[in-house]
């Protein structure tokens, strides 16, 4: 029972193609994710990381090959992509907190909006959120207020009120200074042992080795090599992905 | 040890002390060096000489005796006097619909809700005024805090969106006050807006002007934005159209074009009307190119983050990107809302008797030839009252709002 659920395919790309004007930014990649799996893109600066896990929730539209999410096709058809997008959790680079709003109110607004959940059972569940990433003390707070350490736990927890199925993180410790880099880290590891399924772009090599159950490089808009970190880090095949490894190690 | 340790480390921390005597301020500010301390003696001595200039005339020359005895036109013009009470019973409500206002939005007795209770109660002491006004205004200010606190106990939720709602009932309740509705006897036989005048119909063309044309011009900037390539054209056209137009020239268009565009048969719109349609469409361009700016400092990852919480573009719009684009334009927005108030005397060039059309009838009379000045001096001054009031509510507001953003 627990195999077959831990095998199912979550994510399905399928050829997936994507081009910025003339610029082929994605070729042909394809990817197919377990549910509670957590995979781990690295790869060298523009090479379409995040291109590619954007085109999943459809910020980026791909114009070729096929999307399935949790079983829906992500086409244009707007009930797809809503369906997908409140299944789907993003935690972006820059954070993206709304700043007008306070720290509970933004975690309960699209659980009010969308869910149609109660007031008071959002306020719940957003308080229980902020402890689980360990800063109840700022709920009323403004994004403003915050460290950028403390704002991306926030914007954690945020995604987490839709309860997702899959988080998709897109570099979620690149502006953070050092010493914040570990709190978030510690979350996002917290929440891979609770059995998420996460789709993780970063640098941080140390979290990819330890969190990670694959990973995934690659370079100039295609896909180049995938498999556990154990495989990466000791016989990495593509000359370009033993060279990218040796710079960032 | 460590007491001597903490009270250095206490006189580190401590700025070095300004002086805050006034002469030290002035040595600083005015004559920090020659060429500042010539410019301080010629600008104070040309204040000097325009202030006593205008003082002699103020207390010799001007006869004053023109705006007590043309009271009643400067501040209502024709509107009947036994219908006054009218204006009395429309000020009562708006006193309560501020309290009730004040207690939806922010919920809390601040200085400046007191300053605002304040004003009516200020007013009473214009010397001008009679025991019945004074008696009037002590109510205005009765039904603002009564409302205030009785608002705690109605059951509604404390939201600005019912704040809007109370306005919006507010300008339907008080419109049908003072046009009346009980044709030519009654209760309340109609007074039509014709007669309106003076302060009254100023006033009542800015407030209508700003809060109709505001939703129009809001709509026309996200219009602007908006995917539909059939919606943004319209609203482009319709901006840069506007944009291209003196108000002056829509006023007159409105009195004799309006009816052009209705179907045969229409009942003739009033000219007051009129004219506040040409306000209003020509103010919403305005909003709009204004909101347009707001609008542009929202960063993507605003929309990106609304977007990947499966939020739709309506709710979007609603509650991120408006709340942040209007706050980021208050102050653009009430400098043009004051520009509004100042452009309605306008109308007086299409023949409605607004203050300053008012001001032209009481210096063409015979009764008043040569008080030009005076009455003049007092429109000006009313006009600075409403005008510096609104940008001052609006530095307040953004401080409040400031707070804790970004
Ligand atoms: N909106 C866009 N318009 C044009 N080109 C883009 C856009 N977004 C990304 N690109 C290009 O696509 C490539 C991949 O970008 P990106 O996915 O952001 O790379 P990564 O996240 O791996 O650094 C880059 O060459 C980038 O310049
Ligand atoms: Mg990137």
Redesign the interface.
């Known amino acids: 029972m627990s195999e077959n659920a831990t095998s199912e395919e979550i994510i399905i790309c399928q050829d997936v193609c994507k081009w910025f004007g003339e610029f082929q930014a994605l070729k042909d990649c394809s990817l197919r994710v377990r549910a509670q799996e957590v995979v781990v893109i690295i790869g060298p600066s523009g090479s379409g990381k995040s291109t590619f896990i954007r085109c999943i929730?459809?910020?980026e539209e791909h114009q070729a090959g096929d999307i399935i999410v949790d079983g829906i096709p992500l086409t244009r058809d707007v009930r797809n992509i809503?369906q997908i997008?409140?299944e789907?959790?993003?935690v972006?680079q820059?954070f993206?907190?709304?700043?007008?709003l306070?720290v509970l109110e933004n975690i309960t607004?699209?659980p009010i909006?969308?869910r149609k959940m109660h007031k008071d059972e959002a306020h719940e569940t957003a308080m229980a959120l902020l402890n689980r990433v360990g800063i109840p003390e700022q709920a009323d707070?403004?994004?403003?207020?915050l460290s950028g350490g403390q704002q991306q736990r926030v914007?954690i927890a945020?995604?987490l009120a839709?309860s997702p199925k899959i988080m998709l993180f897109d570099e979620p410790t690149s502006a953070l200074d050092p010493e914040m880099i570990k709190e978030v880290l510690d979350v996002m590891q917290e929440l891979a042992e609770t059995g998420m399924t996460m789709l993780v772009v970063t640098h941080e090599m140390g979290f990819a080795r330890e969190v990670a159950d694959r990973i995934v490089f690659m370079d100039a808009g295609e896909i180049m090599e995938v498999g556990t970190p154990e495989h990466f880090f000791t016989n990495a095949q593509h000359e370009r992905t033993k060279l990218f490894l040796s710079q960032i190690l | 040890m460590t007491t001597a340790a903490d009270t250095s480390l206490d006189r580190s921390v401590m700025p070095p002390s300004e002086r805050r005597t006034l002469l030290g301020w002035m040595r600083r500010n005015l004559f920090s060096d020659l060429l500042n301390s010539a410019l301080t003696v010629v600008a104070a001595a040309v204040v000097f000489l325009v202030a006593l200039l205008l003082l002699r005339w103020a207390l010799t020359t001007a006869q004053w005796g023109v705006i007590p005895a043309n009271f009643n036109l400067i501040m209502r013009g024709q509107y009947p006097a036994e219908e006054a009470w009218r204006l009395w019973l429309a000020l009562y409500l708006l006193g309560g619909v501020i309290g009730l206002m004040w207690r939806l939005i922010s919920g809390k007795f601040s200085t400046a809700a007191l300053i605002v209770f304040l004003i009516p109660l200020a007013l009473r002491e214009v010397p001008l005024f009679s025991w019945m006004t004074r008696f009037h205004l002590l109510v205005v200010a009765g039904a603002g805090a009564g409302a205030f606190y009785l608002g705690a106990y109605l059951p509604i939720q404390r939201s600005v969106r019912a704040a809007v709602y109370v306005l919006l009932g507010y300008l339907v309740v008080m419109l049908v006050i003072l046009r009346g509705y009980s044709g030519d006897a009654g209760p309340m036989p109609t007074v039509t807006t014709i007669l309106w005048g003076g302060l009254l119909l100023s006033l009542l063309l800015a407030f209508f002007g700003i809060t109709l044309s505001f939703p129009l011009g809001v709509a026309l900037a996200l219009g602007r934005q908006s995917k539909l390539p059939a919606i943004r054209i319209i609203s482009v056209t319709y901006i840069e159209f506007i944009r291209g137009v003196p108000l002056i020239s829509l006023l007159f268009m409105g009195q004799v074009m309006l009816q052009l565009f209705l179907p045969d048969g229409f009942p003739l719109v009033d000219r007051v009307l009129r004219a506040l349609v040409a306000i209003i469409l020509f103010s919403a361009a305005y909003t709009a190119e204004n909101v347009r700016g707001g609008l542009q400092s929202i960063s993507r990852g605003q929309y990106e983050a609304a977007q990947a919480l499966g939020l739709s573009t309506y709710r979007t719009t609603m509650h991120i990107i408006l709340p942040q684009a209007l706050r980021a334009v208050i102050p653009v927005l009430v400098g043009q809302f004051i520009s509004l108030f100042k452009d309605t005397t306008l109308v007086a060039l299409v023949g409605l008797f607004d203050l300053l059309g008012i001001a032209r009838t009481i210096t063409a009379n015979p009764d008043w030839l040569g008080t030009q000045q005076e009455v003049f001096v007092v429109v000006a001054l009313l006009f600075w009252i409403f005008s510096y009031t609104m940008s001052y509510a609006s530095r307040r507001i953004e401080q409040r709002l400031g707070v804790g953003e970004r």
């Open positions: 929730n459809r910020l809503e997008r409140s789907t959790g993003m972006f820059q993206n907190l709304f700043p007008h306070t607004l699209a909006q969308v707070k403004h994004p403003g207020q914007a945020r995604s839709m």
